[in-house]
T-cell receptor, first 116, second 114 residues
């Protein structure tokens, strides 16, 4: 398996524009996580899905952030409108049976977002 | 408040100089403690999971141990290729109003000089 695939790897956008980040989890995994990483706050969980259903979105910072998982092989994280403080590296991760068997999460390479 | 604190923030070692990284945690009902390695520009890479106090796991030059309050990542005779940021995360029973989300520490940046 190619692992968790994220796109784009880098995104530079202007304040106020819509940004969409994409993720393809590892085939067969039933949990998908979106994290944000900054120097100040480290890795923070934004939202996670189980079997395509959002379970906990309490980490989503504002209504400007939204995430979807239309099927088991694809998820998006959208920011609209984007602001400079959204600049960070966004990671997608997937896992199988995460809450049942304590299995590890596998991370993608991340999307480095810069909002100017 | 449930939290994970890693120390030191940065550690510089000479090749072959053994040392330990610390991860202190407070969590309601620990289900698992995870160690990850992160190289620059890449996502975290899983290393170990520890489930109960007294448990130990080893992989090459790395050994992870767990007590009821902290975990240590021991690095024996490190090599330059061990240079990376090492992240610790805990999975608790009832974090964030839901079950078992991973809470990460901010990591220890390890540099090993030849």
């Amino acid at each position: 398996d190619a692992g968790v695939i994220q796109s784009p790897r880098h995104e530079v956008t202007e304040m106020g524009q819509e940004v969409t980040l994409r993720c393809k989890p590892i085939s067969g995994h039933d949990y998908l996580f979106w994290y944000r990483q900054t120097m100040m706050r480290g890795l923070e969980l934004l939202i996670y899905f189980n079997n395509n259903v959002p379970i906990d979105d309490s980490g989503m910072p504002e209504d400007r952030f939204s995430a979807k998982m239309p099927n088991a092989s694809f998820s998006t994280l959208k920011i609209q409108p984007s602001e400079p403080r959204d600049s960070a590296v966004y990671f997608c991760a997937s896992s199988f049976g995460f809450l049942k068997g304590y299995t590890e999460a596998f991370f993608g390479q991340g999307t480095r977002l810069t909002v100017v | 408040e449930d939290q994970v604190t890693q120390s030191p923030e940065a550690l510089r070692l000479q090749e072959g100089e053994s040392s330990s990284l610390n991860c202190s945690y407070t969590v309601s009902g620990l289900r698992g403690l995870f160690w990850y390695r992160q190289d620059p520009g890449k996502g975290p890479e899983f290393l170990f999971t520890l489930y109960s106090a007294g448990e130990e796991k080893e992989k090459e030059r790395l050994k992870a141990t767990l007590t009821k309050k902290e975990s240590f990542l021991h690095i024996t005779a490190p090599k330059p290729e061990d240079s990376a940021t090492y992240l610790c995360a805990v999975q608790g029973e009832y974090l964030r109003g839901s079950q078992g989300n991973l809470i990460f520490g901010k990591g220890t940046k390890l540099s090993v000089k030849p």
